[in-house]
Each structure stands twice: as structure tokens, then as C-alpha cells.
């Protein structure tokens, strides 16, 4: 069912959430937040996206807003630290953030950055992470199969759990896979999934070990859930930048799954400076259960009026690509 337009909209509060560091381009992170009858929910698909894939993210929102949500498995979720592609001498600072996590997934490939800042960064989060901490790359699809394989190799020395996305086709990642095999590094897909019209061809080809999966992008924590059982690979649950609202889904999602093997990335809230409702991770780690805002923390995060109707319009857009699909 999907509700009036008019119960989304009377209940919206748009909110801009400063970062500690610029983190996808961005040094302020914009979401919507409404509440529905079981709860509050957030859309927040990226300012770039179109409606036809912006609208998959208000689906997960309505889901999760009007929706009883599958019983949890567990109370607590490990998480992992996030460390944008930052200099290296700014690692520690960003890493005491997240207390207690003993996962750091890094970002690497950064438009304008080299492989040598990647290595250095890397470094840096091992001196601090100890050889007991687990590392993990992101690379946003943004290499090509022989800068990857370079990368991997020059990375390798650090004992990384997986690297995510290196490639952005399933050819690619596929290739890279067998490439890079024999060192024992997992490949996962990221982009692959939540942004494929068919999720499930990075299984089908084999072209990834494990996938990482997000529940706004994937139309909500029920559908992602369906995806997951069809894929048959095991999953890391991460966000897509939320705040504590969208988190909560993603920890919801994360607490369902039969099978939960790796620290998930929904330790975000610490990349911002302020939230909506506290969900930074406590040794490492972050509860399962629905958040309500905090009302004086929606008054002093609220967007502009100019951000707040640009919000609302492509709210309305989106809700009727949805209701458009369902006559």
C-alpha cells in the first residue's frame, strides 16, 4: 500500500547534517525524514540520482514507516570504522570515533588522489588498528581490471578482509576475481547490486564473493532480504551516509539475516558532526530498534526553506512513479 501523499508530507522534516570530513563529494549530507504508523523512517537517495532509482529509496521508507519489519535475530550489530579518503596523518583522529570497532573499511581511488595515498592511508589505519584489526577497500567501481589488479597487489602486504567494488561491470569484476585469487582476497559488489536492474547477475556470474547490501537502495529491509536468500552469498549490510533513521533500518535489515559473518558499515553517525538521534557505535557496535528524531535536534539540523521545497518536490515526483507502478 502507499499511503497519500499528504500522510508523507505532513509529518517531513528536512535536515542537513554537517561532516567532520568531505566524505562522496559532499561536506553536508541532506535527508527527509517521516513518520508513519509504526515509526519514523528517512529518503535520502543522493541529490544526483534520477526519480525512476530515487523512488526505490521512498518504497524502503514507506516499508519501514507503515510496515511491521521481520523479527530481529539479534539485539546488536558490529559495525565497522569508515575512513574517507583523508590524509593519512589524519587517521587516528578519525578512527578514535569509533569506539571500539575493530573493522576499518577505507576508501581508495579518489578522483585527483594517487595509489601511493591509498597506500599511505592504509598504513596508517593498520599502525593504529594493530595486525588484529580488520581492513577492508572501497573503490567505487572506479578502476578499470588492470588498475585494480596493480592495487590489490600493492595493497596486499596489509592482510585486507575484501576489497569492495574495485571494478564497475560484472565482466570486470568477474576477471579481477580470478586475477587476484590466489592471494586470498575476497571481491565484493557493492554498486553492482543496488544499482543493477538486475541485482542478482554479480551472483549469477560469479563475479563477487560476497555482497554488500543497503536497504533504502534495495526498496526496503524485506525486499533486500529476498535478494540475499536468491543470491545465496554472504553479506556485509552497510549505508548509504544515512543519519541514526536510516541507520536503524539498516540495522534492522542486518539483525533478520539468518547468517550475519562480517562487521557491517553502520557505524556512519560518526562521520557526522551532529545527528538526528545518537546511534555511534559503543564498543563496537550499535543496538537494533527504531529511533525516534530528537525534537531539538530537527530544529537546529533543519535544511533551508530553498532545500526543504527542493526535498518536498522530488518527494512528490517520486511518490508518483511509485503509485504510477502500482495501477
Known sequence: MIPPLAD????????????HSRFRGVDTREALLFEGPQGWAEFSPFTEYEDAEAATWLAAAIDFAWNVQPEPLRDRIGVNATVPAIDAALVPELLARFAGCRTAKVKVAE???????DVSRIRAVREVMGPEG??????????????????????????LEYVEQPCATVPELAELRQRVKYLGIPVAADESVRKSSDPLAVARARAADLLVIKAQPLGGVRHALQIVTAAGLPVVVSSALDTAIGLSQGAALAAALPTLEFDCGLGTSSLFLDDVADLRPVDGSIPVGRLTPDPAALTRLAAS?????????RLARCHYELAAAAR
Open 8 to 19: 508523507l508530507i505532513d509529518s517531513a522534516r528536512v535536515v542537513a547534517l554537517p561532516m
Open 111 to 117: 578522483p585527483g588522489q594517487s595509489l601511493a595515498d
Open 134 to 159: 580488520r581492513i577492508r577497500i572501497d573503490a567505487n567501481g572506479a578502476w578499470n581490471v588492470d588498475e585494480a589488479e596493480r592495487a590489490v597487489h600493492a595493497l596486499n602486504e596489509f592482510d
Open 305 to 313: 526553506d530553498e532545500r526543504r521545497e527542493w526535498w518536498v518536490a
